[in-house]
């Protein structure tokens, strides 16, 4: 695959773009394995095995993916659109190249897996493969997620209770409920849900009586936000991430 092929398949730009990086002195790659130093590359048209391959782009080291799978730590007070209405947009915590990767879609680069209020915050998953978007948000496979919720009274026995048994929200006849509710404290619940709605776990909670006054995702399926990813910092999937989220996924809870 032609290098300035791969650059453009990363998202550095169009093709006469990351032709210029590359006839600019701009790429270097580590054509001897990342534990050696890179080489500087002036032919746009050299060929190499784009996977594993990792190169450095004005001084950034990049990795080649196929198909680019992240999390960020979604701080308060931004929002998950690409036109945000009232905060930034999460979007512009992320790099350029991953905005910019080329998609078969209206839209290019990374997209959101499902939406955090902007008000919310802690894991979020972004992707431009449509497939795993749509594995790891389609209500079918029930991947559970896991809310620290501070509430605004005491939480009582009861409203757990209830919260594990049911509750009817305004806009479907049908009870949605909790999968898990631990207390952390008299003001703080860790809350298991398996599907998504509008604003739910703030509606759950309003439902029950009580009201949210502050809510953090930290976990998705099998996968944990690390404690070392601040607010705003995003960082690649590993495979053992992907298989973490995958086995959620392809191997649902029961739903009964």
């Known amino acids: 695959m032609q290098l300035q092929d791969i650059l453009y398949s990363q998202g550095f730009g169009t093709r006469r773009v990351c032709a210029g990086l590359v006839q600019q002195g701009w790429v270097d790659v580590y054509d001897a394995g990342p534990d050696q130093p890179p080489v ?34 979604k701080p308060a007070g931004t929002e998950c659109s ?41 894991l979020l998953l972004l992707s431009d493969d449509g497939q795993f978007i749509h594995r790891m948000s389609s209500p079918k496979k029930h991947v559970p ?19 594990l048994a049911g509750v009817v929200l305004d806009d479907d006849p049908k009870p949605v409920r909790a999968a898990a509710c631990v207390l952390v404290d008299a003001h703080c619940l860790d809350l298991t849900l398996t599907e998504g709605k509008y604003h739910q776990v703030k509606r759950m909670l309003a ?44 191997n649902p809870p029961s739903a009964g």
């Open 145 to 163: 997620k896991v809310y620290r919720v501070t509430a605004k009274h005491a939480i009582t026995p009861e409203q757990i209770e209830r919260l």
């Open 207 to 250: 439902a029950v009586g009580n009201r949210v006054e502050g809510l953090h995702r930290s976990r998705i399926g099998q996968l944990a936000l690390p404690q070392d990813l601040a607010p705003g910092q995003w960082r690649w999937l590993s495979a053992q991430d992907l298989q973490r989220l995958t086995m959620t996924a392809d």
């Open 40 to 73: 500087q590359c002036l032919d746009a048209s050299a060929d190499f095995a784009p996977e594993g391959l990792h190169f450095r782009v004005q001084g950034v080291d990049w990795a080649y993916f196929a198909h680019a799978y992240v999390m960020l730590h």
């Open 82 to 122: 690409q036109k945000p209405s009232t905060y930034p947009s999460i979007y512009t915590l992320l790099p350029a190249p991953l905005r910019q990767r080329p998609v078969k879609s209206a839209i290019q680069g990374v997209q959101a897996v499902g939406r955090l209020d902007q008000d919310t915050t802690g």
